[in-house]
């Protein structure tokens, strides 16, 4: 059954004269008032908004607000998103006087607290990394890429080298080669090898002095680790290149391994990814990225330092490297984001972390030894925190696509997992649990699997069935998107 209620805009509840609040009539002259405003700016008619009581106003929000899914009311298994718990405890740390009601062009001696806070942020990511030097400032992953790409290009630009080629695996993520466009360089793009891993030989043949970076997510959009990942490093590194590591998937290998001492030169961790910063439909997030220590002098302002007073105690000083890039965004970063990592961070500490990461890749394991027969997983025996199934056989055999079954997972009370991602998989369907579910919901979620694989495949075309809106013309809807309502006859 349809939600109707929650399906009528706000708009079409209205009634002319109904209000939430009657106010006392003004007794300020209305002509008073119209001498003090230019006349171009006067209307001739109030707005067009709702009429609506207070009742009204309520329900409608809080009726749309149930139809949202999100980490707080259903299993969330996006893959590549590390779609995480938010813990209650940390929002509420969050919402303290001292941290919110403090501003960014405050004197820097009167938010010692906040600078101490992102220092110690920058130290804990420096050390996860393996990569000493930290700028906070990209707002989210796709943004570090750039700022790191920018950064490299000082850095060669600097010594005097002209390399102008980006280099990335066929499974990166878009915001790759669109960071290494945006920064000025050229992208060759490899092409996808049979076992899901980088070529080493294809790699080889693109490496030369033209080479600036080669972008790698490890473990990859697969779910599996790039175990030549030295090799590659070194191979980057013979030819004067230096090696990116996309962190996206942090959350499988955070504790356990290090992008720095697997040969990663510069990488970005998605804060609300895997530190757990609320996120969704474009909303808030923390790209900061790690750096080695040549790199240093080129990140943008300003980094944190500590210091020492002139009684003997910590100082925390806002400063600028020497030849920094400049600036990728306001103030200190999205510090929102970043102190809820650092909250995630503190509360787990260095055992919790790599907990979290083995808890990661087991419940992904766990999902996919209960589907694998089902949903045939074509890369690799064992995956780490996602894998990537294919819904291909079943597409043959029984008309169900990846898209009818991410659909119909809605009416089982599931987000869909990420589909028809990465490009090379047909009919892709990459599952990612996160650390924090029970067996009884990966118990719950492969059983509807299994079950939505026996439903007939006409009736999954029209899935689902308990959504205000079913199925969207998605091209349409990407392309001619209607955000706004329109008075009638206007
Ligand atoms: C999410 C993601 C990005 C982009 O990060 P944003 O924070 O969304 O900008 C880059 N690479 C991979 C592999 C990702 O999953």
New binding site residues.
């Given amino acids: 059954m349809r939600n109707q209620q929650a399906t009528q805009l706000i708009f079409e509840l209205s009634v002319p004269g109904r209000r939430a609040a009657i106010y006392p009539k003004c007794d300020v002259p209305v002509d008073s008032v119209k001498e003090l405003i230019p006349s171009g700016f006067l209307s001739e008619k109030p707005p067009a908004l709702p009429e609506v009581t207070e009742p009204d106003v309520v329900r409608h929000y809080v009726n749309l607000s149930t139809l949202n899914m999100s980490v707080d009311t259903h299993f969330y298994p996006l893959g590549?998103?590390?779609m995480k718990y938010n813990p209650k405890r940390h929002e509420r740390i969050c919402n303290f006087p001292g941290l919110v009601d403090i501003h960014p062009y405050q004197k820097e001696e009167n938010i010692q607290g906040i600078l101490g806070i992102l220092f110690e942020m920058q130290e804990m990511l420096a050390e996860i990394a393996g990569l000493p030097s930290v700028s906070l400032q990209p707002a989210?992953?796709?943004?570090?890429?750039f700022t790191a790409l920018l950064t490299a290009a000082a850095y060669f630009r600097d010594h005097g080298q002209n390399r102008t080629k980006v280099i990335f695996p066929s499974s990166?993520?878009?915001?790759?080669p669109a960071s290494a466009a945006l920064a000025g360089f050229d992208c060759i793009q490899l092409k996808q090898t049979g076992n899901g891993l980088v070529d080493l030989e294809e790699l080889k043949s693109h490496l030369n002095q033209e080479t600036a970076v080669f972008m790698i997510?490890n473990p990859n959009?697969l779910g599996m680790f790039e175990k030549d990942i030295a090799t590659i490093s070194k191979m980057l590194h013979d030819v004067g290149g230096l090696v990116y590591i996309?962190?996206?998937?942090m959350n499988a290998i955070m504790g356990q391994t290090r992008p720095g001492d697997f040969g990663g030169d510069m990488m970005?961790y998605?804060v609300?990814?895997t530190f757990t910063g609320p996120?969704g439909a474009g909303g808030p997030?923390a790209?900061p990225i790690a750096v080695r220590d040549f790199l240093a002098d080129y990140l943008p302002g300003p980094v944190i330092t500590k210091t020492e007073d002139d009684d003997g105690n910590d100082y925390y000083q806002l400063t600028n490297p020497v030849k920094s890039i400049g600036r990728v965004r306001s103030f200190f970063g999205n510090v929102g984001i970043l102190l809820r990592g650092y909250l995630y961070l503190r509360t787990l500490g260095a055992k919790g972390v790599k907990e979290a990461s083995e808890q990661a890749v087991l419940n992904a394991n766990y999902i996919k030894a209960l589907l694998k027969d089902i949903l045939p997983v074509p890369n690799g025996d064992l995956c780490m925190h996602e894998f990537v199934a294919s819904a291909a056989d079943v597409q043959k055999k029984n008309g169900i696509s990846a898209m009818d079954i991410a659909k119909r997972l809605l009416d089982f009370g599931f987000h869909a997992p990420t589909v028809y991602f990465p490009l090379d998989v047909p009919e892709a369907l990459m599952i990612e649990p996160t650390e924090t579910e029970s067996r009884e919901t990966l118990d719950a979620f492969a059983e509807s699997i299994k079950q939505i694989l026996s439903e007939d495949s006409e009736y999954l075309h029209d899935a689902p069935y308990s959504t205000p809106v079913s199925r969207p013309d998605e091209v349409k809807a990407a392309r001619k998107p209607v955000l706004k309502w329109t008075e009638p006859g206007k």
């Fill in positions: 590549s998103c590390t989210a992953g796709a943004q570090g890429e990166a993520h878009g915001t790759n997510t959009t996309d962190g996206a998937n970005h998605n609300h990814k996120h997030g790209g």
